[in-house]
């Protein structure tokens, strides 16, 4: 049998189909590891993010890569099937045996980072999971490179076709998963519409209590805080461009409304707390729908400026 050749569509096809092939195992790794996280909730960790960052960007990386990948490897077998002595390309064996070399050291190098984890305290059914997570998917690329390196010219490429499918059936159930996890665009949107909320209530609370230090009384209406000079223009919804309400009560108590679209009081796994600056993040809870936030200014803590001087 003649050697064969190594053509320059024979490099950049194994090349892209192992980039994509790494680059979809390190995407399925962080979406799941993402989506633990986001289910088991850990006390010890203060700030999660309200717009699942990581989930969204390893959804599309899969999306986009591991198709990609399928692509490529299929173009690769097909080359095989109509040239078996491909299957001797030094390059193929290069390259199969990288992968189970760097497999093995992304398997020590996440359990060691999971284990780290778990000795610093983390919640043992994160680590459990992790571990697993990261077992099964090293374990399957794995597998998937031995399979290749055992292809002769007799035995059929078609052996590889039960370990793609499967692959593409568990990939999808982990996008389909990490969606339900993170919840659609749509909710990610209006979680974004309620911090802008949340951040633009912050900012009148703040205004108001700097006028109240400057001026030793509260303004009758947020018309009164907005200040040229400066360039402070009071904020209205981002969504109806309705101003905020703004409410006097009795003595140094006065109260912040607007409308919210979604809660996060904490009790929907879908959304996050809002780490807000000096403050609990309690300070802020609210539910969906029209919300007050009360507030009480403590004159001794934040006295007029003329008394500081």
Known sequence: ??????????????????????????????????????????????YYDPYSGGIRFAIASL?????????LFSFIKKGIAREPAKLGLALRRWALWVTIFITGAMLAGDLIAVLS????????????????VVLAVSAAVF???????????????????????????GVLAAVVWGFFVMGSP??????????????DLQSIQWQ??????????????LAEIEDPLSGYKTPTDPVT???????????????????FELPNNGRNQNIA?????????ENWEHTAGRVCFERTLDPERYPPYAKTR
């Open 186 to 199: 749509f909710t990610v949107r209006n979680l974004r519409m309620d911090e802008r909320r949340v951040s």
């Open 117 to 132: 984890g778990f000795l610093g305290g983390e919640l043992t059914v994160r680590f459990v999971l992790k571990a697993l």
């Open 208 to 221: 108001v209590v700097n006028y109240w230090q400057q001026k030793e009384r509260f303004p009758k209406s």
């Open 63 to 71: 999306i986009v890569v591991f198709p990609l990948s399928l692509v």
């Open 1 to 46: 049998m003649d050697k064969p050749k190594l053509t320059p569509k024979d490099f950049f096809l194994y090349v892209g189909a192992l980039l994509t092939l790494y680059v979809s195992a390190g995407s399925l790794i962080g979406l799941l590891f993402s989506t633990i996280d986001r289910v088991f909730r850990d006390e010890l960790q203060y």
């Open 143 to 169: 597998w998937y490179a031995v399979l290749e390196i055992r292809l002769t010219p007799e035995r059929p490429v078609s052996l590889r076709k039960g370990f793609i499918i499967s692959s593409l059936v």
């Open 273 to 281: 707390k809002y780490p807000i600056a000096d403050m609990s993040a």
């Open 241 to 259: 461009k309705a101003p905020y309400e703004f409410t006097l009560g009795e003595g140094y108590a006065f109260s912040l409304c607007a409308t």
